[in-house]
């Protein structure tokens, strides 16, 4: 099965300049190296890339700035989810107009114990009120998060009411069997792994790729994966890059997982800059910093 959505997408951080806006200059360069690194595209404003710590304006800032950088529009997957319905349809508008391959839509995630039919309407007043035949949904399952579940149910639904349109799913859970029961019960729809070494795994059941915090660091390694994943003869490469993609996402998660991905993209980069976050998010402490920056250093990064 050939799916709308795939391949290695990069859930990319977004480097935050001293004033509190996103530092578009150093986020423009990051999306050019994710590419050169092995990414075919780049899930920018997700939550690696802190979308709900920034306003309307910040979030269509980005997409314009990657854009302006050489970054075509079908390579950017942005999240384009709020907790209303209008802002969500601007976002996502937003994205469409610029020619994005397709738009990663959270639930809203306010109120807990939605029901599916509320889910339903939310995503369906998004999808009419965008109202642009272009736009393709990649609906965003984290419910460890969100604690809002996109169930089984709820994807039928959409995928019947929105055929061609919903076309992709990002699962976070972190569930195997979830995915494998989304690849076998909907065979069009491309689901992608939110966790980075659970690539092959699902590529193995018939998924369509990844969307991970990991490939800010480790692109080179799951685009091994992908390309290399059914040819015996790179077998030994891709149970070598399998396993520096666990030790780099084992690393990620060594302290709270976002201010950590950022303290190794100020090492990797070379740019102290990427340690700033947005609040409620903390940096990480110079004592944390140096442990992570020694273990990147052992792993040969």
């Not at 998004?126 to 969100?146: C, F, K, M």
Request: net charge neutral; with cysteine.
């Amino acid at each position: 099965m050939t799916h709308q959505i795939g391949g290695v997408n990069c859930a990319a951080a977004t480097p935050i300049a001293p004033d509190g806006t996103p530092d578009l200059a150093l986020f423009a360069a990051h999306c050019r190296a994710l590419l050169a690194e092995g990414a075919h595209g780049l899930a920018i404003l997700g939550t690696t890339g802190e979308a709900n710590n920034f306003s309307v304006a910040a979030r269509m800032s980005l997409v314009e700035a990657a854009l302006a950088a050489g970054i075509r529009g079908d390579q950017l997957l942005p999240g384009t989810s709020a907790c209303n319905v209008q802002e969500t349809v601007a976002l996502t508008r937003h994205a469409v107009q610029a020619g994005a391959k397709g738009c990663v839509l959270l639930p809203p995630f306010y109120y807990k114990g939605a029901s599916d039919e509320g889910l339903f309407r939310f995503y369906a007043e998004v999808i009419e009120g965008v109202a642009d035949s272009r736009l393709r949904v990649i609906l965003y399952h984290i419910p460890q998060v969100t604690q809002v579940p996109i169930t089984l149910p709820l994807i039928d639904r959409l995928l019947t009411a929105f055929p061609g349109i919903v076309v992709g799913i990002k699962d976070s859970s972190g569930d195997k069997d979830n995915m494998k029961a989304m690849v076998q019960g909907f065979p069009a729809l491309g689901v992608l792994a939110g966790a980075d070494p659970l690539l092959l795994p699902l590529l193995q059941m018939g998924g369509a790729g990844c969307i991970t915090a990991t490939s800010n660091l480790r692109s080179s390694d799951l685009r091994i994966i992908w390309d290399a994943w059914q040819d015996p003869a790179r077998a030994g490469e891709v149970t070598a890059a399998q396993d520096r993609i666990n030790a780099w996402r084992n690393l990620t998660n060594a302290y709270v997982q976002l201010p950590t991905v950022k303290a190794m993209l100020a090492r990797s980069r070379k740019d102290m800059g990427w340690l700033r976050l947005r609040p409620p998010l903390v940096e990480l402490d110079a004592t944390q910093c140096e442990t992570v920056w020694a273990e990147m250093a052992r792993l040969g990064g």
